[in-house]
């Protein structure tokens, strides 16, 4: 007889609640972000309105939501029935993102995009991200980088975990277990590392020292490199890749708008943003002089005594 498939809130089902309760199974959602590279910042990086100009840049996986994914990738082969799924927001081409998730071990992924979510501060997407979260229900836990390079705040972590009321574990380095309803995690803070345990759900901010990311396999990315949402397809497709998209499902990305977050617009993007970015720059440090020392014990013995006499050491 075959398993009644029976919803509860968030689309959970009763094979998956079994699942949960069997293997400890975890629904994880990864906060991940397109970023620009600012190794390449430009007079161009910056728009009239004072928002980056991202069209100009180059674009790029947020380093640390690398390392934050490789953590929730051990959680799933460790946890059998886990998830693993990818939540951005960004224009149609950050969907660019959840490929790179897929091509890793990911299983879904969500792509906020809708022009009312331009401009977003901190403040506004974590807003956003939140009410996504909740959409999608039941997470268990919500893992990101510690920062974004391109604002380099470190406030969208926490602030996601505030307006959905959850704990919240921050500079993480390594996730070391999970057990009866509690996550261990070792966290890199000043002077040292601490271990930590945490309730679940839990929002967890992961550290560039954390481990570096898996490569993309190579299988997965044969299975998933057509895979887009909606906004990303032209208009004009051909009756090939209507087909393609037609029979295998799995290519459609979610896309989701304001609307279908349920989001108030007067607290997305501009609108519910306070915090204006007045300029970018690029700036180079350069030395006024400089010096060339040999070896000698006497240059040696010459520059520390210099640095002691500028209060430079001592």
């Known amino acids: 007889m075959p398993l009644k498939r029976t919803l509860f809130r968030g689309g959970d089902t009763m094979l998956h609640l079994f699942n949960k309760l069997l293997f400890m199974s975890l629904k994880i959602v990864v906060l991940a972000k397109q970023v620009p590279d600012t190794r390449n910042v430009g007079k161009d990086a910056m728009t009239a309105e004072g928002t980056v100009n ?183 497709l051909d009756e090939r890749m209507a087909r393609l998209y037609a029979e295998r499902d799995y290519l459609t990305l979610n896309q989701w708008s304001v609307a279908d977050v349920d989001g108030d617009v007067q607290q997305c993007g501009l609108a519910g943003s306070p915090t204006k970015v007045k300029a970018v720059q690029n700036i180079v440090f350069q030395a006024k002089e400089s010096k060339t020392l040999s070896s000698s014990d006497a240059d040696v013995e010459g520059l520390i005594q210099e640095l002691l006499n500028e209060k430079i050491i001592g």
Not at 148 to 173: H, M, R, S
Not at 177 to 198: L, S, Y
């Open 54 to 236: 991202r069209a100009a840049l180059p674009a790029i996986f947020n380093p640390e939501d690398l390392n934050a994914l490789e953590q929730a990738l051990r959680l799933k082969e460790q946890h059998p029935g886990s998830t693993v799924g990818l939540l951005t927001m960004g224009p149609p081409r950050a969907g660019e993102i959840i490929r790179q998730g897929l091509f890793r071990g990911a299983d879904t992924g969500w792509l906020l995009t809708d022009r009312l979510f331009a401009g977003a501060d901190t403040l506004a997407t974590s807003y956003a991200l939140a009410t996504a979260i909740r959409k999608i229900g039941d997470v268990d836990i919500v893992i990101g980088g510690r920062q974004a390079i391109d604002g380099d705040t470190a406030q969208v972590g926490p602030q996601v975990a505030q307006k959905l009321g959850l704990n919240q574990v921050t500079y993480a380095e390594e996730i070391l277990g999970i057990k009866d309803g509690k996550v261990t995690i070792r966290r890199h803070i000043d002077g040292g590392v601490e271990t930590v345990e945490a309730p679940l759900p839990v929002v967890i901010t992961v550290n560039g020292s954390a481990a570096p990311c898996r490569p993309c396999n190579a299988k997965l990315v044969m299975k998933y490199k057509y895979a887009t949402c909606p906004m990303e397809r032209p208009a004009d």
